[in-house]
């Protein structure tokens, strides 16, 4: 009985928290159709959490969005990545909401943005405005939707921030009323952790992952000493097929509390802490998303919660333990899983520091190979690490390369790492850098050259050498024989060394808009758009990567 107090208990504070907010902001849907959304808040997304909601727009782009709620355009950005057209609009009420993937701003914006285009000769722009510039009534349309930037399909992504802490904020906490949910999340998995050199499952000290049939699973599993859990979970909604993150999760064993995780916000910072609270070895060898429901030794995010046990379960007695996860959505619908772990006496395995390198989270550590140093400063892993870097040689290559053999453990921000170089056949430092590789490829992670050494800020521990740029960006004309009747120039355009700088376009001598969409990675120039008359005309498209390499097309093209 107790079980269900406590539930009860935690339900009414929650919806107290959530509706003390909702009573005090009123945000009217942004669209005037039927709210429906293709992705919530906090979903699982490679690195983050999804930062607002996806509201659906009907397949098609060119949406009127209505203000929500009084207030003013403070800030308008155009990316080729990232949310392309984006508008940030502040509100007198504490909050600031965000409108990705724009195809058009509202007019006026429009015209002002395209000023600064021409003015900066330049695609990308950022523009911050003050509240007197372009206050806006709730109601009034703001922008039309699209599918820019690092969109797969038209759709507006909306978020809610807090002026306060900059954090962002779970929109359906307002806009709960407009969408029908009638159904429950669903678990698909469990899995079962023992604890590094203090617990273990299953006779080992690795991981146990099993399937869920009906509400449970098909066997028991042993365990001894400490163990953590784990869930693979979705939610749905009514009236669309797509899946969600989940709300809120509990864990209880025998009946107490040891876990939980509810999705009203996250900050900016906590956003890379999703590597620290999903099985990361099972998101990156398989894209599985596994939530872990303990905490690994470094792992701050504000979200979970967790008993003085960190969430981990302590088996020491020879008896089944009754473990329970209960899922919920916003709406209050809940599902329930529950199986049994047994208790039975096994050591842990002692942890194997062997010949590796031992990193620990909270200490700076520094490794040094030959011609290699790599520097990770406390707090930047998310728990202690076996690491050992393998040197290949490469006799005729400006460095050797080194695979930090420890792909499968995250980092919060980043580490440095420095390459030294074993030849220098440029006197120019720009055209150095550190490649990241994997597979048969890979990508440029920059780099400063100093005395020989090479040393880039990394994201991630993996393989690496030292590499040099001299190849200028390649600019390859698509579709060419359309130009003239379907008025649109097109480039491919890429470099793989240290990446696009920047271009510019020009006809007949004038600089013209060419937009870049790093999704299909085409360049693109409207001549209508661009009012240029029928007849022939003169290109020049200049082209410059990292490394200062220039590429540059001339061509006469009719239209
Ligand atoms: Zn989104």
Known sequence: MSRYIIIF???????????????????????????????????????????????????????????????????????????????????????????????????????????????????????????DEFPVKRGEVISLSGNTGYSFGPHLHFEVRSQEGNRLINPLIFYKEQVRDTKPPKAYAVALYPRSGKGSVAGSNKRAIRKINGNTISDTLRAWGEVGFGVKALDFMDNTSNNYGVYRIELTVDDSLLYSSTMDSVSFSENRLINAWVDYEAYYMRGEWIMRSHLIDNNPLKLLSVDENRGWLRVDEERLYHVEYTLADYHGNVSRYHFFVKGEHCDAQPVNSGAAQYFCWDTDNELRDLGMRLKIPKGELFEDAALHVVRTEQPDALSDRYNLNGITHPLWHGCEL????????????????????RGNGGYGVGGVLKDGWITADISSLGCYEAAIDTVPPIVRPVNEKQWGRNGLLSFYMSDSGTGIKSYKGYIDGNFKLFKFSSKNVRLTCNLRAEGISRGTHHLRLLVTDNAGNETIIEKTFKY
């Not at 107290?16 to 992705?39: M, W």
């Not at 659906?56 to 782009?61: M, N, R």
């Not at 502040?90 to 600064?116: D, Q, S, W």
């Not at 030294?420 to 850098?433: G, I, V």
């Open 418 to 437: 420095s390459i030294r170089l074993k030849k220098c056949p440029s006197d120019d430092a720009k055209k150095y850098y550190i490649k990241y590789i």
């Open 9 to 131: 208990l935690f339900s009414v504070v929650q919806l107290l928290d959530i509706s003390l907010k909702a009573d005090d902001v009123h945000f009217f849907p942004p669209f005037d159709f039927p709210t429906l959304f293709s992705g919530n808040f906090a979903e699982l997304r490679s690195n983050h959490f999804h930062g607002g909601v996806d509201f659906k727009t009907q397949g098609v782009t060119g949406k009127p969005i209505h203000a929500p709620a009084d207030g003013y355009v403070s800030r308008v950005t155009v990316a080729p990545g990232g949310y392309g057209n984006a508008m940030y609009i502040t509100h007198f009420n504490g909050y600031t909401t965000v409108y990705g993937h724009l195809e058009k701003f509202m007019p006026a914006i429009e015209r002002l943005v395209r000023e600064r285009q021409y003015r900066d000769e330049t695609f990308s722009v950022d523009i911050s405005f003050g509240p």
